[in-house]
Each structure stands twice: as C-alpha cells, then as structure tokens.
C-alpha cells in the first residue's frame, strides 16, 4: 500500500517561516506528489500550489510571493517553503498526487501562525 507522508509543520509567529516537505511510503507502485493543499477549521480544503513535471510552478493568489514549492526528483520528495507566515496561514497541510484515476493524500500537517 502507498500513501504520503508529509512533516515539518508547528507554530510559529507572524512573519516566520516553516519547511514542508512530502514523501511516497509503502510498497508497490510509485506515485509522485506534485501538489499542496490546506484546509483551515471549518473551510473547505483549497489548493496552494503545483510544480509539474517539467518544473513550472503555480500558486494561489493568496500565497504568490510568499510559498515557494519545489521537488527534489532524486528524493521523490515535495517541499513548500513558506515565508512571511500570517494567522491566516494557520491550516492542516497536505500534499497531494494524482495516478491514473486516483487521487492520493497525506495525514496532513498542522501549521500554526500565531503570537
């Protein structure tokens, strides 16, 4: 069985910074995560960013100039960078990978930005 895994969320104040990072686990096919997504209390889950393939990079208007995304190929890993964090930042983080018709998502990680 597959699944991803991602670490590096915690709680940090206004205008810090955190590291995600997000990997495949278990046996079998491999997937490739390419995505983040958030989901704060009581909203619904909403996409931050991309990196395809080829290395092009998409963001959230809400994030643009602040979460930098990238892959490390070797890895098979994912990383969000974020920078100049706000309490609105403050979300269960996911990554997410797409194979053929499936979907596949971590655990989530908790991000915090509070005072």
């Known amino acids: 069985q597959v699944q991803l895994v991602e670490s590096g969320g915690g709680l940090v104040q206004p205008g810090g910074s955190l590291k995600l990072s997000c990997a495949p686990s278990?046996?079998?096919?491999?997937?490739?995560?390419r995505h983040w997504y958030r989901q704060a209390l009581g909203k619904q889950r909403e996409w931050v960013a991309t990196?395809?393939?080829?290395?092009?990079?998409t963001y959230s208007n809400s994030v643009k100039g602040r979460f930098t995304i990238s892959r490390d190929n070797a890895k098979n890993t994912v990383y969000l960078q974020m920078n100049s964090l706000k309490p609105e930042d403050t979300a269960v983080y996911y990554c997410n990978a797409i194979y053929g018709p499936n979907d596949y998502w971590g655990q989530g990680t908790q991000v915090t930005v509070s005072s």
């Open positions: 278990g046996t079998g096919f491999t997937i490739y995560p």
């Open positions: 990196v395809a393939s080829g290395g092009y990079t």
